[in-house]
């Protein structure tokens, strides 16, 4: 069931909001790309000391001739962070790269002011602790104009959850530096069900970096409940739908028996009994009809005889039970 009309009401609030961002961000364009690896971190890394990523690591990127570019290695409980470019270790001469190392983010980050065609290739980060080497590959194009559509640059990955987990997705494109001041870029998440693109049940943050060339959303759900599971798109559009990305990703591990499911098993159990018993009733009814009219009737003498011994069978057997189950007091 699609809303249409909320649809578009908040995509007009999430384009303002877009436009916003956009022009916010213009204002302090470093700071932005560069502080990246400290702004939305997962959620539950605590005081956690091991070697790990702090978010979702990007492995392709893009960017414009002259513009800003930055690649990111977000991670924590490293002793050390290496950079590499096609196997070359930084520092690089002019010739393999201009992209240079900055030290307020831990070396997490490395960026550079104008890209060039040189800078495109395939970059590695390798973190090191004591113990163990954890290596990072993000492949870096550098194109001449704007791309047509938007460019993945981290399709959403599919996600496993308890029920009453926390769950994020991450998704995220490059669209470049829109020029015009009417152009915009939009991202949204939706879930699928029955064919249909339905309203998210969760919340969605929107980021932009690298002056908003590239954008993301994140979703997030704080409570995994049954409708939760299933199926998730993201959806990048800019200048109106007829350019857009389209990603995909799952939501899964929803319980076997399901809530719905023991509701209606339950339903069915209780039908079940309540419609025995309305049968015992009936064939007890009919039964106490028939027997004394049975009785009446010299022909069913015999029958009415047996059955008579086998009430009076059964009561002594009862009897003879309880007086068993008394135990020596009673004898
Ligand atoms: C980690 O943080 C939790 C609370 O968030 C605290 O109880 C615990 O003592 C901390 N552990 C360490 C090793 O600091
Ligand atoms: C090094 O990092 C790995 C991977 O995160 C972790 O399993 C291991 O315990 C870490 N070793 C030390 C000495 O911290
Ligand atoms: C960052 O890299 C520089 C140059 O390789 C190095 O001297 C410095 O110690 C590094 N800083 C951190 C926090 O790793
Ligand atoms: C990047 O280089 C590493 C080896 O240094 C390689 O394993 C990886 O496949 C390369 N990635 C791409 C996209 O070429």
Redesign the pocket.
């Known amino acids: 069931m699609a809303k249409p009309t909320a649809l578009s009401g908040s995509t007009l609030v999430f384009a303002a909001v877009c436009g916003l961002l956009a022009t916010s961000v213009g204002a302090s364009e470093d700071q932005s790309s560069t502080d990246h690896c400290f702004r939305n971190l997962y959620d539950g890394l605590g005081n956690s000391t091991f070697m790990q990523f702090t978010k979702e690591a990007i492995s392709m990127d893009y960017g414009v001739q002259g513009s800003f570019k930055s690649l990111h290695c977000c991670a924590k409980g490293y002793r050390s962070i290496e950079w590499l470019k096609d196997?070359k270790a930084y520092p690089w001469t002019s010739e393999i790269s201009s992209l240079i190392l900055y030290p307020e983010a831990s070396n997490q980050t490395i960026y550079t002011r104008q890209v060039q065609a040189a800078d495109a290739g395939?970059y590695?980060c390798v973190l090191r602790n004591d113990t163990h080497k954890i290596a990072h590959?993000i492949?870096l194009n550098v194109q001449g104009n704007l791309p047509d559509i938007p460019l993945a640059t981290y399709r959403p990955h599919d996600q496993v959850a308890e029920l009453g987990n926390s769950v994020r997705f991450y998704c995220e494109a490059f669209v470049g530096k829109l020029g015009l001041p009417d152009a915009k870029s939009e991202i949204s998440w939706f879930q699928i069900k029955d064919g249909l693109e339905e309203q998210i049940d969760g919340e969605q943050i929107t980021v932009l970096r690298e002056n908003g060339q590239n954008i993301g959303s994140y979703l997030k759900i704080s409570h995994v409940q049954i409708h939760n599971y299933g199926r998730y798109l993201c959806r990048v559009q800019f200048n109106g739908a007829a350019h857009h990305l389209e990603m995909y990703a799952g939501l899964f591990n929803a319980p076997i028996a399901t809530e719905i499911d023991r509701t209606l098993t339950l339903y069915h159990t209780l039908a079940a009994v309540l419609s025995a018993a309305a049968a015992a009733i009936v064939v007890l009814s009919i039964w106490c009809l028939i027997r004394p009219w049975c009785l009446r009737r010299n022909g069913c003498k015999n029958q009415c005889q047996i059955e008579n011994n086998m009430v009076n069978n059964g009561c002594a057997n009862e009897n003879y039970g309880r007086q068993n189950s008394m135990g020596p007091r009673q004898v």
């Open positions: 196997g395939n590695t590959h492949l």
